[in-house]
């Protein structure tokens, strides 16, 4: 029997980026609860990303730190009828982030050995002296862009998307109550807007639940919110922190029921 066979799996992603994990989770046969606890939308200001378009031509570097940010920027391309010169390197903080660029027809110039901003900021090469527009959420921490300045780098850094709290979904706040297996969340902003909607319950809920963070960045911000973490995957990807889930269930018993 696969180990998430019966295991209720909590899925925070955004509605319309819910699908690969909630797909992955299945396939090993686990039970999934699709509560979004965050939306993603355009930056209410675009003139910052505007300005850097119509400048792409100055930077030796063009670097994304996920699929949204791609999404966003390539839609203004097509808006202001203009595309990325020849010459710009093209940089994409992992394989979810380099696939988005590929769909697009982008060509793809690095991605770090680790997935994670500080990781693309320690170890994006030839960037002394360089020009380098990083296109990111709103709310994004600092590592990278002050990796890339400690380097020498000439860093804009451009706000192209927000996340904001998601609507309570009352079936999905539901399937909560009746209780998890595990929790999964796959960014910083999906962990603080479930403490966000859920209150002071949300520790309370998650008390015995293997909290499965896909990287780092996310797992800090859950141990800062008191969550404690169980799960969290050398790999940080979907398919990473699926495996990571179904090696922490391995040889425990059955779902659900079982031990957590």
């Known amino acids: 029997m696969k180990p998430l066979a019966g295991r209720r799996v909590l899925v925070t992603r955004p509605r319309p980026q819910a699908g690969a994990l909630v797909d992955a989770l299945r396939a090993e046969g686990a039970v999934t609860i699709l509560l979004p606890t965050i939306a993603i ?4 200001d675009l003139r910052p990303l505007d300005a850097a378009i119509a400048r792409l031509a100055d930077y030796a570097w063009l ?6 940010g791609v999404e966003v920027f390539w839609d203004r391309l097509r808006a202001l009828g203009t595309a990325v010169p020849a010459g710009v390197r093209i940089a994409a903080v992992g394989t979810a982030t380099a696939r988005a660029l590929a769909e697009r027809g982008a060509t793809l110039d690095f991605v770090p050995d680790e997935f994670v901003g500080a990781r ?9 002296g360089r020009r380098v527009l990083l296109a990111r959420a709103s709310l994004a921490r600092e ?11 000439l860093v804009d850094d451009v706000a192209v998307y927000d996340t904001i709290p998601e609507a309570p979904d009352p079936a999905g706040l539901a399937a909560l109550e009746r209780g998890v297996d595990a929790a999964t969340f796959t960014s910083a902003s999906t962990v603080r807007n479930f403490a966000t909607l859920i209150g002071l319950r949300a520790r ?5 639940v293997a909290v499965a963070c896909i990287g780092p960045v996310t797992a800090d911000e859950a141990r800062r919110l008191g ?10 990807t979907i398919p990473g922190l699926v495996r990571a889930l179904a090696d922490h269930y391995a040889g425990l018993p059955a779902g659900p029921g079982g031990a957590r």
């Open 120 to 128: 693309l900021g320690a170890t994006l090469p030839d960037v002394e």
């Open 204 to 208: 309370q809920l998650l008390d015995g």
């Open 227 to 236: 969550f404690t973490v169980q799960v969290e995957p050398e790999e940080h």
């Open 63 to 68: 670097a994304f730190t996920s699929a949204n």
């Open 143 to 153: 590592e990278l862009a002050d990796a890339l300045v400690a380097r020498g780098a």
């Open 41 to 44: 939308r355009p930056a209410d």
